[in-house]
């Protein structure tokens, strides 16, 4: 069990897990910065292999769990598990066959203080769903309730100011954004390769994610429907790269260059808040809920709707006047 260094610099080992009923092997990867974490990590899961539940903390089965899910999750998704994994605290000494309902309840009340119910469900279902690799129990938690979410959707004058303060790199990932609804992971995961200049569309296929080591690259979208190509205007053509990445910064640098711009304007939204902007024009303007899911890669109508119960000023305003002539018509009788 000798780990191989990677182009990357990181460590890489491969230990057997199981076969499967057909008799093929099967083996797990482990990847470290270093070749002793790497081995430490081969070591445990070895360790942890033959466990039954009757000798397994939560620790170890969080541990078993990870090392089996790391090929098919994204890094980000191991990134943020692992980063989850301490929050847990004392449950994590107890044998999983004598975790209760009330451990868990316990552990919900605790957690919510000071936390979103969103970010508090996250972590109860990474937490069973590891026990539920490992026993058949079945638990009953109640959780907070969850508070009305308000995004701050920019405007038509608030993308015209960001717009205009933008430097040339930042002009394109706001239109990218605001006006094509891409996310910050979609933006920097572009190539010039994905143009296609003669039919004016982009081709959307490819992620930046955050993993343990560090901002990778990776094919497979966030899910399966952000694999799309869609329609760009000829104002956006013209400043696309002909070669190399559309934007060859991270994500975070989206992030931190436009809360400089945003803190300048004195506004409040985030650079994701301009994929709701984008969502909301369309929908205004009578685009079919299908398309508009379909051309934000979205796998179902929901966020949409959520982007209806917080339209932007521009559409509110006109609507609001519409509510108060109608009120008006009906009163005065006509």
């Known amino acids: 069990m000798t780990p191989k260094k990677l182009p990357s610099g990181n460590y890489r080992v491969q230990v057997y897990s199981h076969k499967d009923p057909d008799g093929k092997k099967h083996y797990v990867s482990?990847?470290?910065?270093?070749?002793?974490?790497?081995?430490?990590?081969?070591?445990?899961?070895?360790?942890?292999?033959?466990?039954?539940?009757?000798?397994?903390?939560?620790?170890?089965?969080?541990?078993?769990?990870?090392?089996?899910?790391?090929?098919?999750?994204?890094?980000?998704?191991?990134?943020?598990?692992?980063?989850l994994k301490p929050l847990f605290g004392s449950l994590l000494s107890l044998r999983v066959d004598r975790i209760t309902s009330a451990d868990l309840q316990r552990f919900v009340s605790e957690y919510s203080i000071g936390r979103k119910a969103?970010?508090?469900?996250?972590?109860?279902?990474?937490?069973?769903?590891?026990?539920?690799?490992?026993t058949d129990k079945r638990f009953k938690v109640k959780f907070p309730q969850d508070a009305p979410v308000r995004y701050s959707i920019p405007d038509k004058n608030t993308m015209k100011a960001l717009l205009d303060m933008a430097s040339p790199d930042m002009?394109?990932?706001?239109?990218?954004?605001?006006?094509?609804?891409?996310?910050?992971?979609?933006?920097?995961?572009?190539?010039?390769?994905?143009?296609?200049?003669?039919?004016?569309?982009?081709?959307?296929?490819?992620?930046?994610?955050?993993?343990?080591?560090?901002?990778?690259k990776k094919e497979i979208p966030k899910t399966s429907t952000s694999d799309r190509i869609i329609p760009i205007d000829v104002g956006l053509l013209g400043l696309l790269?002909?070669?190399?990445?559309?934007?060859?910064?991270?994500?975070?640098?989206?992030?931190?260059?436009?809360?400089?711009?945003?803190?300048?304007?004195?506004?409040?939204?985030?650079?994701?808040?301009?994929?709701?902007?984008?969502?909301?024009?369309?929908?205004?303007?009578?685009?079919?809920?299908?398309?508009?899911?379909a051309f934000h890669g979205w796998k179902s109508d929901m966020m949409l709707r959520k982007v209806y119960d917080n339209v932007n000023e521009d559409i509110r305003k006109e609507y609001d006047a519409k509510s108060v002539a109608l009120a008006s018509d009906y009163l005065s009788g006509n």
């Open 241 to 293: 790269p002909t070669e190399g990445p559309i934007y060859p910064k991270t994500p975070d640098r989206i992030t931190k260059t436009f809360i400089k711009y945003r803190n300048a304007l004195g506004l409040t939204c985030r650079f994701h808040d301009l994929r709701h902007y984008s969502a909301s024009i369309r929908s205004a303007a009578g685009f079919p809920v299908s398309y508009n899911v």
């Open 118 to 134: 969103k970010t508090v469900k996250n972590a109860y279902g990474f937490l069973t769903s590891v026990l539920s690799t490992y």
């Open 171 to 216: 002009k394109v990932c706001i239109m990218l954004g605001g006006l094509y609804g891409l996310r910050r992971g979609e933006i920097c995961g572009l190539d010039a390769s994905d143009i296609d200049r003669e039919n004016m569309t982009l081709h959307i296929h490819c992620d930046v994610v955050k993993g343990s080591a560090g901002w990778v």
């Open 30 to 83: 482990f990847t470290a910065p270093t070749r002793s974490e790497c081995l430490r990590l081969a070591v445990e899961f070895q360790r942890n292999r033959d466990m039954t539940p009757a000798e397994m903390t939560l620790n170890d089965a969080f541990d078993r769990w990870l090392s089996l899910q790391e090929p098919i999750l994204s890094p980000s998704t191991m990134r943020e598990y692992r980063r």
